[in-house]
């Protein structure tokens, strides 16, 4: 969901463990960034169970998230796509603060 203008837009994400980002684009061929999410800016990632995005698509795909400034409300084609998704992000945000000593 868009940040200013709360209306659904799709973008193609991209889980960089390397790099600690999820970065996302318009589409999988776009070259130019729309933004990125630094994994130490994560604070939660969850299923948005309290319906919180706004006239979401489909609630029962939709999951948050929370960095620092915002939160990203997100629509997973699939409930085992949104299972990853979540899976993955936690696991990368977490293995951040592995490297933090």
Not at 13 to 41: C, M, P, W
Not at 44 to 56: M, P
Request: net charge positive; with cysteine.
């Amino acid at each position: 969901m868009g940040r200013k203008i709360k209306t659904w837009k799709k973008h193609w994400f991209v889980f960089d463990r390397n790099r600690r980002t999820l970065s996302y684009f318009s589409d999988k061929h776009e070259a130019k960034l729309k933004g990125v999410i630094y994994f130490q800016a994560i604070e939660e990632v969850y299923y948005d169970h309290l319906k919180k995005a706004h006239k979401s698509p489909n609630p029962c795909l939709t999951f948050s998230v929370k960095t620092h400034d915002r939160i990203y409300y997100m629509l997973a084609p699939s409930p085992e796509a949104m299972r990853i998704w979540i899976d993955v992000i936690v696991t990368g945000a977490e293995g951040y603060t592995q490297f933090m000593v």
